[in-house]
């Protein structure tokens, strides 16, 4: 098979990333020789790796795929590659001190992060771990290069997320670079303006970009010396400004997302024991638990099973998942943001820098629980569709009808003119045996609901 | 302490006045730059102030602890 060069990867001159037969590479090239031996030779490499900061990577018998190569790294695998945009506030906030931390730990090696992009960031084993090995270069008495990517790719998106609204870590997406300074500070409060820290590196700093951006005049000498004192100062600055962001307490107060359901604890602990025994006759490899909410079934499923992707529309409850994540160290479940019916796009260069959604997942079986209804009737997806996609996703498929007798449902017809007619179990059949073939269907006692277990039909 | 450090930073950015002079092209990215260097003696000193305070507290609680009478294990077995 002919290696293909990520399509992300041509920015950096460094090197770049291939994939041969489904395994990651990256080339180093030989203009990143020096800082790459130093990253090694000076044991930062390992201090980082040991701490479970930075992707470790074998040295790989891959030949460079140019003649500007030095060697070939194949780093550990990533179970799902997730985007700031689909991140919620803990997580972003979590890579940005990950991103400050590494800072921090590189100035000790003589060293220093040429970039602070979120993109370099991923989440891998329940929590989030520095990906890009080649962004280390030699720590000269210069300020941080860094410093104007950190500010646009972390501390804009969280302020934004914590003092305007929640979901505004979506700019990130069609800001390919970070959400730049001046749209930021536009639409912060201005009393953000009395905390010292966000004065100077949002308001002060977006003014001053401004000031020079098209002016050839400056009155600071460019090539004045920036020591490590100074230098460790400002990442102490950044890490005590993105300490402070928090969301209110009414944001995080959250209510109990399964007391609003029309069944009761019996009927949820046997949908709870269907689940368990549907999946283990499945014995699936990756699950993807779509709407996953909190994750209460997202973790029974990883208790049982290998590695789970799980999402959701909702920021708070992918929030709440990812703090239980990390309490409780589950490292086979990755969870993230995203609304079904309008998946991430691939965006930048060609469409291709930063993939669309469906191909960074790859899963044999979906877990639609309590989903359908709102595919259905909040958004008038026709079932044929539904499964469609579904189909073009896994394999496998684990899904609960919710009947229109169902509250829940009735909840969603309160506001709506029923136009619904074809919303009914047989039609729902009908639809997915299109695509599927229903292998096994249960009914959850206590409830009118139905819990089915489907196998896409062209790979019988 | 921090909260010092911060509004020493401010006041330092604000004393500044900006005497333009002919340089190079300036795009964005040199106003990041230059923010840093404004602000790099007062982030700097603030940070030095900082470790030189902590290591302060810990040498304090250090010589405190050794000011207290210790507390033998033959006490701690008479007091149960």
Same mark, same amino acid.
Do not use: C, M, R
């Given at each position: 098979m002919i290696p293909s060069n990520h399509p992300a990867s041509f920015r950096d001159p460094s090197g770049f990333i291939f994939s041969e037969n489904g395994t990651i590479y990256r080339q180093i090239n030989h203009s990143y020789q020096h800082e790459f031996d130093m990253l090694i030779n000076s044991g930062l490499y390992d201090r980082l790796v040991s701490e479970k900061l930075l992707i470790p990577h074998q040295d790989s018998t891959h030949a460079p795929l140019n003649d500007q190569g030095y060697k070939v790294i194949e780093p550990n695998k990533i179970l799902c590659i997730t985007y700031p945009y689909e991140w919620s506030f803990q997580m972003l906030k979590d890579a940005a001190m990950l991103t400050l931390k590494i800072q921090q730990i590189a100035l000790e090696y003589n060293m220093s992060l040429k970039d602070a992009s979120s993109y370099n960031v991923q989440f891998h084993q329940g929590k989030p771990i520095f990906i890009d090995t080649l962004s280390f270069e030699e720590y000269t008495e210069k300020p941080w290069v860094a410093y104007k990517q950190f500010c646009q790719h972390f501390l804009a998106p969280l302020a934004l997320m914590a003092k305007v609204d929640l979901s505004l870590n979506k700019m990130l997406e069609f800001n390919l670079d970070g959400i730049p300074l001046q749209t930021a500070v536009a639409i912060l409060p201005k009393t953000f303006t009395l905390r010292p820290s966000y004065l100077i590196h949002l308001f002060i700093h977006a003014y001053i970009q401004r000031l020079y951006s098209d002016s050839k005049k400056s009155s600071v000498d460019l090539n004045k010396a920036f020591s490590l004192t100074q230098m460790k100062g *400002?990442?102490?600055s950044l890490t005590n400004a993105t300490v402070k962001i928090s *969301?209110? @307490?009414?944001?995080? !107060?959250?209510?109990?997302?399964? $007391? @609003?359901? @029309?069944?009761?604890?019996? +009927?949820?602990? !046997?949908?709870k024991k269907i689940l368990v025994q549907l999946l283990t006759s499945i014995e699936p490899g990756c699950v993807w638990d779509i709407g996953g909410n909190t994750g209460v079934f997202s973790l029974l499923a990883a208790e049982h099973h290998s590695l789970v992707l799980s999402s959701d529309i909702?920021?708070? $409850? &992918?929030?709440r998942m990812y703090s239980y994540i990390q309490k409780q160290h589950v490292q086979n479940v990755a969870c993230f943001i +995203?609304? &079904?019916t309008n998946p991430s796009p691939g965006i930048g260069w060609m469409n291709k820098e930063r993939s669309p959604l469906y191909e960074r997942v790859s899963v044999d079986t979906i877990l639609a629980l309590a989903l359908i209804h709102h595919l259905a009737i909040s958004n008038n997806l026709p079932f044929d569709q539904i499964a469609y996609q579904f189909s073009l996703i896994a394999p496998q498929l684990i899904i609960e009808f919710v009947p229109k007798e169902d509250t829940q449902v009735q909840r969603l017809l309160t506001t709506r003119k029923d136009i619904f007619n074809q919303?009914?179990?047989? +039609?729902?059949?009908?639809s997915f045996g299109k695509f599927y073939t229903i292998s096994q269907s249960v009914a959850i006692p206590g409830t009118v609901r139905t819990l089915y277990k489907m196998v896409r039909r062209n790979l019988e | 302490m921090r909260r010092v450090?911060? =509004?020493? #930073?401010?006041?330092?950015? #604000?004393? =500044?006045?900006?005497?333009?002079?002919?340089?190079?092209? #300036?795009?964005p990215g040199t106003g990041s730059y230059l923010i840093q260097l404004l602000i790099g003696g007062a982030v700097g000193g603030g940070f030095l102030i900082k470790t030189y305070w902590a290591a302060l507290k810990e040498r304090w609680s250090k010589l405190w602890k050794k000011k207290q009478p210790t507390q033998t294990s033959s006490d701690n077995h008479d007091s149960k």
């Open positions: *400002l990442i102490d *969301l209110p @307490n009414t944001q995080t !107060e959250w209510g109990d997302y399964y $007391a @609003n359901t @029309n069944y009761g604890d019996d +009927s949820f602990e !046997e949908k909702d920021p708070l $409850a &992918i929030d +995203s609304d &079904i919303y009914s179990q047989e +039609s729902f059949e009908e | 450090t911060d =509004i020493f #930073l401010v006041l330092f950015f #604000l004393s =500044i006045t900006f005497t333009p002079h002919a340089h190079a092209y #300036l795009d």
